[in-house]
């Protein structure tokens, strides 16, 4: 039978370190660390949902970075970036984790973090960008989400630009 | 000694302890018996344990098996990068080492490590492994001196044993 430690570490961290801090309580109970036990047991948990964060917002950066500056020779640097967040957020990713996940947090984050990232001869930060992420969790986890990607998908967001063949459909 | 002080100088001994005091527990019948995954949770305690040491043991192994490409593979331009990369695997050792790890490492172990590392990236390369002793030339103590210049150690004795053939 596979356990909730297999399945959701997130809600098995939590219910063993709830557990475990009651039985400290309990008498009869051999003289042991527990509270820190308990603390590290929490810690299993926090530190999947730590590396699904840092791998979405590692992609929310790059994507922030190719928008502000389109032509870097950086483009394949940025996508193997992006596309090593998605694979570390998608391994720990759990029903559990996904519920915690606020992803405009770590849109803001990862705004601030793309900043110190471009280089200096980018001329201001481009007006328009959202203080709400504007990618759902599916489409960042999407398996056809690509650097490029994601970085078209915010010109067609938040500019008029878009893509010649929809506008050969448009028209 | 207290736990505080105990995690934070010895944390392989506080894991042990608290490992027993869990296995005492799992074994004792009580409501709590069925609500621990005492399988997992023994497991992360014990990880958590030795992660510091592993951490630790693999710096160093890197440490040696870039000195020993180098001393085996001197003039190449590859050396200049494995050098600063020696300097940074020692520094960071050098800040992660705690005294109470001395009888836990390996030194041995880490020498065959670096020994097999080397060899096979040289190998590949059609280099070969310098004459080195089969027993780590170094200990504990050498690991740890800020002063510690593998490269230097093993160009003296290789050239040593060399003469001596």
């Known amino acids: 039978m596979k356990s909730l430690y297999d399945t959701d570490i997130l809600r098995w961290s939590e219910e063993q370190a709830a557990a475990l801090r009651m039985l ?13 036990v308990a603390s590290a047991i929490e810690d ?21 970075a190719g928008y502000c500056d389109p032509d870097s020779l950086l483009r394949h640097e940025r996508n193997r970036r992006a596309r090593s967040g998605q694979n570390e957020a998608e391994r720990d990713l759990t029903p ?7 992803l405009d947090r770590l849109w803001r984050e990862a705004f601030d973090q793309a900043m110190t990232e471009i280089p200096r001869r980018v001329f201001g930060v481009p007006p328009g960008i959202p203080r709400t992420c504007p990618f759902t969790l599916d489409e960042l986890l ?5 650097y490029d990607r994601a970085v078209e998908r915010l010109y067609i967001l938040l500019t008029s630009w878009r893509p010649k063949a929809e506008k050969d459909r448009e028209r | 000694m207290d736990f505080d002080t105990l995690y934070a100088e010895d944390v392989e001994t506080w894991a042990e302890l608290q490992v027993d005091a869990l296995r005492r527990l799992a074994a004792t019948p009580g409501s709590w018996a069925n609500i621990i995954d005492w399988e997992n949770v023994l497991e992360e305690i014990e990880s958590l344990g030795s992660e510091q040491r592993r951490a630790v043991e693999s710096l160093l192994e890197n440490a040696l098996a870039h000195a020993l490409k180098v001393v085996g593979d001197p003039n190449s331009l590859s050396t200049e990068q ?8 020692l520094r960071q050792a050098r800040k992660k080492i705690k005294p109470a790890m001395r009888s836990r490492i390996d030194i041995e172990e880490i020498w065959q490590n670096a020994c097999e590392q080397a060899s096979d990236t040289l190998e590949a390369f059609d280099r070969t492994l310098p004459d ?14 800020a002063d510690f210049d593998p490269l230097r150690d093993l160009r003296l004795l290789a050239a040593k044993r060399t003469s001596r053939q």
């Not at chain 2, 080195?132 to 001196?145: E, G, H, N, T």
């Open chain 1, 44 to 64: 299993v948990g926090r530190s999947a949902l730590a590396h699904v964060e840092d791998g979405l917002r590692a992609m929310l950066v790059q994507a922030i």
């Open chain 1, 24 to 36: 400290a309580d309990a008498d009869s109970i051999p003289s042991a660390d527990w509270d820190r």
């Open chain 2, 132 to 145: 080195v002793p089969q027993r780590c030339p170094f200990s504990f103590d050498d690991l740890l001196d």
């Open chain 2, 82 to 89: 494995w050098k600063k990369e020696i300097a940074r695997f």
């Open chain 1, 96 to 102: 559990t984790i996904r519920g915690r996940l606020d």
């Open chain 1, 142 to 146: 999407a398996d056809d989400f690509t």
